[in-house]
């Protein structure tokens, strides 16, 4: 299959239209690639709720990631929201200066959409936008961007409450690529758009590597982590080689040498930098002695590679680790389609029996998940027990196989091109 990048869907473009305006090349039957001055966009799932949340709020969070997408995103959704649309970028210092007074910088724009990117940069306009609203009040006044971080949380909640909406943009999902790019390109560079649709595996490595350098040395200290970024790439490369495991704070205290309740900080705060996951398990009032220790995943595998140091498919295939990586690229997979009221745990009890993921709705467990790298997958007897633990009556085996099929009663094997069967009833 052809390993597609932007440059390459860019010369397929111009082929059909040479000029400076939008265009679009249809890769599939869902979505197009749009492609305005030879800049590449593809749409995203998440256009139709963001632009329901501008319409319905008057202002709206949209965090993630640095360089997951958001700014390309909402400038492609500027052209829908009604009326005037008024961009700046907190880390162009013209744009930063205006800042000087809000007031008198937004008072003339109330009745234009301004769109406010890396605002975590000043979080003394918090209470100023609040004023603001409060005074003219109407939907998609403000729309604002942030690599996400606690601090961004907690200044939104506490200044705009009543007044804004989030949306969390994560990498893009397997559902989001046209029929070009192949599972074992997105699952080996992971969700990240430079890293997804670079070049080569080479090129894409190289952006990855780079990504995590960026990270440490410029972007989690102006996020508010202060530490010593060897400390906290040696603690990621640790999570990353524990990836799919019970998080163990004892060992990795002792390895780093530092305290467990220090070790348990950068990790939170990793989590909330939406780069690692912390998965909790699923324990109710039951005689069973369960498990009560999440299991630690970084979220992207393309960065889960780059620390890994798994430069190609080929690495991938033969490494120890190829499990664990298959599990994670299918638990994000599966996070980034969770629908409103359902959430995520695992299953396990001390004598053995467990399951990978459980969905939960209002509560109650409703779909029992089991992950396998293979394509005659045959779930251990712990799966049935958990099964009948919990009561789930729809419950999958995922593989990396092309078509579903029934395994069991109340038991289908499932491809993971047909995740969205998960949440059918």
């Not at 209470?127 to 409060?134: F, G, T, V």
């Not at 251990?380 to 958990?386: E, L, Q, T, W």
């Not at 009663?409 to 069967?421: A, N, R």
Request: proline content about 7%; overall charge positive.
């Amino acid at each position: 299959m052809e390993c597609l990048d932007a440059k390459t869907l860019s010369r397929k473009s111009k082929r059909i239209n040479n000029d400076n305006k939008s265009y679009i090349y249809t890769v599939n039957q869902k979505f197009n690639f749009i492609i305005t001055a030879n800049k590449l966009y593809l749409p995203r799932f998440a256009e139709p709720e963001i632009l329901r949340l501008i319409s319905t709020n008057p202002a709206i969070v949209v965090v993630g990631p640095r360089q997951v997408g958001k700014t390309a995103l909402v400038k492609h959704l500027a052209a829908q929201v009604p009326g005037q649309v008024v961009y700046f970028d907190l880390e162009n210092p013209d744009d930063y200066n205006k800042l000087n007074n809000p007031s008198l910088l937004f008072n003339p724009l109330k009745d234009h959409t301004v769109i406010l990117d890396e605002v975590q940069r000043v979080p003394t306009l918090f209470p100023i936008l609040r004023s603001l609203i409060d005074q003219h009040r109407q939907p998609g006044r403000f729309i604002l961007l942030g690599s996400a971080s606690p601090e961004l949380i907690r200044d939104t909640s506490e200044s705009l409450a009543g007044r804004v909406a989030y949306f969390e943009l994560q990498p893009f999902s397997i559902r989001e690529l046209p029929v070009e790019i192949d599972y074992r390109q997105h699952w080996l560079r992971g969700g990240f758009p430079d890293s997804l649709l670079a070049g080569d595996d080479v090129q894409s490595l190289e952006w990855r590597e780079n990504f995590i350098r960026s990270y440490l040395e410029r972007d989690l200290p102006l996020l508010g982590l202060r530490a010593d970024p060897m400390l906290i790439r040696r603690l990621w490369s640790m999570i990353a080689h524990l990836n799919g495991q019970l998080l163990n704070l004892a060992t990795l205290s002792k390895s780093l040498d530092i305290s467990s309740p220090t070790v348990r900080r950068y990790i939170n705060f990793l989590e909330s930098a939406f780069l690692i996951r912390q998965l909790q398990p699923w324990f109710a009032n039951t005689r069973k002695r369960l498990v009560k220790t999440p299991k630690i995943y970084l979220r992207d595998t393309g960065l889960l590679h780059a620390l890994l140091r798994i430069e190609n498919n080929l690495q991938l295939q033969g490494h120890p680790a190829v499990g664990a990586s298959w599990e994670a690229y299918i638990v994000q997979e599966i996070a980034s389609r969770l629908p409103a009221r359902a959430d995520l745990f695992f299953y396990r009890t001390h004598d053995g029996t467990e399951a990978d993921l459980v969905i939960t709705r209002s509560g109650v467990p409703h779909v029992l998940l089991e992950i396998k790298y293979s394509t005659a997958p045959k779930p251990g007897k712990g799966f049935f027990i958990a099964k009948k633990d919990l009561a789930t009556t729809r419950n999958f085996i995922i593989c990396p196989t092309p078509n579903s099929y029934p395994l069991a009663e109340d038991v289908d094997v499932l491809s993971y091109l047909e995740l969205d069967k998960i949440f059918d009833a």
